[in-house]
């Protein structure tokens, strides 16, 4: 079976920036596993899936648009320390949930803390970054009509209810 939309694909991969540094990589742990079409992967690496099967392999190279969007520089804030009250001790790494400016919810990461001033980033960490992936289709079958109404795959490898 070839990979396209309301399949569910398990693949392994690697995951490199243009370094050739490691971000990411399922060896030594389960395939990922998804519902083609359904936005769980990003858009540049599951449209470089489409029409191949089980065994195939592929590299492909995501430009920032068709992963984790451009960085913008809108998406970071310093804000007061009293922001973040009922948090004992803040840290660099830390993530919160915060507001978007659409409304929704997005999260941000602690940048920097001088004194009272906290600069949190909204940005996705790989945001602006060429993604560089290594994968092998594990493999491929037809979602069931429930993992499709969903939107996400249901058992081993997937969400259980």
Do not use: C, W
Not at 25 to 34: D, F, H, K, R, W
Not at 59 to 79: N, W
């Amino acid at each position: 079976m070839q990979i396209a939309d309301n399949a569910v694909v398990a693949i392994d991969y690697t995951l490199r920036n243009d370094e050739g540094e490691v971000l990411d990589s399922s060896e030594g742990a389960q395939p990922l596993v998804y519902l083609h079409g359904a936005g769980n992967i990003i858009p540049g690496l599951e449209q470089a899936l489409v029409g191949k099967q089980a065994g195939d392999e592929l590299k492909a190279s995501i430009e920032p648009e068709d992963a984790y969007g451009e960085y913008s520089v809108e998406l970071v804030a310093t804000l007061n320390r009293s922001m973040f009250e009922g948090v004992d001790e803040l840290q660099v790494g830390m993530q919160f949930h915060a507001s978007a400016p659409d409304g929704g919810m997005q999260v941000v990461t602690i940048r920097d803390l001088d004194g009272d001033q906290v600069t949190v980033d909204g940005n996705h960490p790989l945001a602006g970054q060429r993604l560089n992936f290594e994968v092998k289709v594990v493999g491929v079958r037809a979602a069931s009509d429930e993992e499709v109404a969903h939107g996400h795959v249901h058992g081993e490898g997937g969400h259980h209810h």
